[in-house]
Each structure stands twice: as structure tokens, then as C-alpha cells.
């Protein structure tokens, strides 16, 4: 079954607080700054069978750089068609909500939600 665009935002914003909720828990000392790549995060959040959807729609509003090894890399660098190495899609937790709060595909409530 394929999503919407409104549940493919919705799991953005999923996404975003998850992020969120590791950052505030690293700074509040229980836990530590791990690395997340979009696809774990999205397997976290139990859209296992939506991640190629996902990624794609992310890709499409604007983050594609090191995104995915599934996601070729379209910016201006050298890079450009490539398809990135799997070691390389890892983000800290606030890289990953930053980039992801930059996409034009998902509503600026979505991307926002919950911040203060």
C-alpha cells in the first residue's frame, strides 16, 4: 500500500521529533549523541515497508546528499548521480532534524511541531 503525501509529512515529522526526543535525552544525560541514518530512523518509527517511499519523498523536497545509498545524490559537487556509501548516511541526531526541517514538501507546522 503506498502513503499520501500527508502521511509521507507525517512521517517526517515523526522523524523530527524522534530527533528531538535523543538530543533532550543526551543533554539531559541519559542517553548519548548516537548516530542515526534516516533509514533507522524510519525503521525505529515502524514504517518498515514505507522507507523506499519515504526516502524518495524526502530526496524530493530537498535533502538528498548522503541521504540514502538508495538515493542518488543530485546537488552541485562532484558527487552528483552517485549513489553515497551506507557508512556515510549517518547523521547526529540534530543534523538529521535540521536537514529534515528544510524539506518543501513537508507544511512548517509539521516540520515545527512541539518546538518552543
Known sequence: ??????????????????????????????????????????????????IPQVLEFIAQGGFDYCLDPA??????????GERPNRDVCYWGPDQLESRLQCLTNVPYTVRHRGEN
Do not use: F, W
Request: aromatic letters at 4%.
Open 71 to 80: 538515493i542518488p545524490m543530485t546537488g552541485h559537487h562532484e558527487a552528483r
Open 1 to 50: 500500500m503506498s502513503l499520501t503525501e500527508e502521511q509521507c509529512q507525517e512521517a517526517v515529522g515523526q522523524m523530527i521529533v524522534h530527533c528531538r526526543l535523543i538530543m533532550e535525552q543526551y543533554k539531559a544525560g541519559v542517553g548519548e549523541y548516537e548516530s542515526v541514518s534516516a533509514r533507522s530512523v524510519l525503521k525505529t518509527l515502524g514504517y518498515e515497508e514505507d
